[in-house]
Structure formats: structure tokens, C-alpha cells
């Protein structure tokens, strides 16, 4: 079965600059696509960017494009969310997920979460 912790969340002033980092284990790991949802209080979780082990494709919300680069290193099954540019619109717990194949920017085909990571932008 495949697991996913996240790391990286924290405080961070408006401009600022955080990365989120996702270890997933588990033997068929690779077959998974991993992405990086957010949700706010009140709000929905919603889709952030995502990456496939593949051939790296990436997918990013239209809200972050251009602030926020997705990678990955497979030798460490990690997954990393770099944000730049954060504004305070920006606070939310920050939630890695893993689906099969490519799960792209849909969030019913990613069955695997992680706990969350918080990551608060002050103004």
C-alpha cells in the first residue's frame, strides 16, 4: 500500500518563499501520479499542481502558475512543491495525494492523502 507524508509547511511573510516536500513509499509507488491540494477554512479542497513519475508531466491550478514549480526525484520517491511569491490568499493546509497513473488536476481519482502540512502567509 502506498503512504504519503508531507513536510515543509510554516509561517512566512507575504513574498516569501516555502517548499513543500512529499516522500511516498510503497512498491509500486512509481505506478502513482502525486499532486498537491489545498484547503482553507470554509472552502473546498482544491487542486494545486500535480506531477507523473513517468515523464514528469506537470499540471498546475491557474492560481499558482508562474508562483508555484512542482518536481520530483525518483531515486527518493519525493515530490516537491516549491512556492514563490506567497501571498497571503496563499494560508491553507497543504495536502499531498497520490493516485494511479496520471490523476492529473481531478480530484475523485486520487485515493491516497496525506495528513496535511499548514502554511500561513501574513500580510
Known amino acids: 500500500q502506498v503512504q504519503v507524508v508531507e513536510s515543509g509547511g510554516g509561517l512566512v511573510q507575504a513574498g516569501g518563499s516555502l517548499r513543500l516536500s512529499c516522500a511516498a513509499s510503497g512498491r509500486t509507488a512509481s505506478r502513482y501520479g502525486l499532486g498537491w491540494f489545498r484547503q482553507s477554512p470554509g472552502k473546498e479542497r482544491e487542486f494545486v499542481a500535480s506531477i507523473t513519475w513517468s515523464f514528469g508531466t506537470t499540471y498546475y491550478a491557474d492560481s499558482v502558475k508562474g508562483r508555484f514549480t512542482i518536481s520530483r526525484d525518483n531515486a527518493k520517491n519525493t515530490v516537491y512543491l516549491q512556492m514563490n511569491s506567497l501571498q497571503p490568499e496563499d494560508t491553507a493546509v497543504y495536502y499531498c495525494?497520490?493516485?494511479?497513473?496520471?490523476?492529473?488536476?481531478?480530484?475523485?481519482?486520487?485515493?491516497?492523502w496525506g495528513q496535511g502540512t499548514q502554511v500561513t502567509v501574513s500580510s
Open positions: 495525494a497520490a493516485g494511479l497513473g496520471t490523476p492529473g488536476t481531478v480530484r475523485r481519482r486520487y485515493d491516497i
